[in-house]
């Protein structure tokens, strides 16, 4: 003889069952696999590194782009570069990207390859030389 309890509890496992059941195969849509492109790999390099190095302005960017373009052209390996960005966020997880800067300057020293510090593209940047003084500077002589 069946006591209500045991009826209720049948009833609650055939609705779970139905609820928790996979769906039929015709309704599940699976969108095709995207070939991403050279560039959509980049972008997402250049997402990943400035936000995880915590890059805030346009000099730090910059030099993530310079990274970036050292690996397009075979001078730097991404392994290392990304094994470098894990470096820097166990040294430093608020700012990271002075403890990359120099980890990564002296591990490709070691393969031969010169890369720049943040500090060595600003000092370079401008050809035109450092901007203006204010006609209000007190260096300048009248």
């Known amino acids: 003889m069946r006591t209500p309890i045991h009826c209720v509890l049948a009833a609650t496992a055939l609705?779970?069952?139905?609820?928790?059941?996979?769906q039929s195969a015709h309704a599940q849509l699976i969108p095709p696999?995207?070939?991403?492109?050279?560039?959509?790999?980049?972008?997402?390099?250049?997402?990943?590194?400035?936000?995880?190095?915590?890059?805030?302005n346009d000099d730090q960017r910059t030099y993530v782009r310079t990274v970036i373009a050292l690996?397009?052209?075979k001078k730097l390996d991404l392994k290392l570069v990304l094994?470098?960005?894990?470096y820097a966020q166990r040294k430093s997880s608020l700012f990271p990207?002075?403890?990359f800067e120099r980890a990564l300057k002296?591990?490709?020293?070691?393969r031969g390859v010169s890369v720049p510090t943040i500090r060595e593209m600003v000092a370079t940047r401008?050809?035109?030389?450092?901007?203006?003084?204010s006609p209000y500077d007190t260096r300048i002589t009248r």
């Open 15 to 22: 609705v779970c069952f139905l609820l928790l059941a996979p």
């Open 126 to 133: 401008s050809p035109l030389g450092p901007p203006p003084r």
């Open 71 to 73: 690996i397009n052209d």
């Open 97 to 99: 990207l002075p403890f």
């Open 83 to 86: 094994s470098i960005e894990r």
């Open 33 to 56: 696999p995207v070939q991403s492109t050279q560039s959509q790999q980049d972008a997402n390099l250049e997402e990943f590194l400035t936000k995880r190095l915590r890059a805030v």
């Open 106 to 110: 002296v591990e490709a020293g070691k």
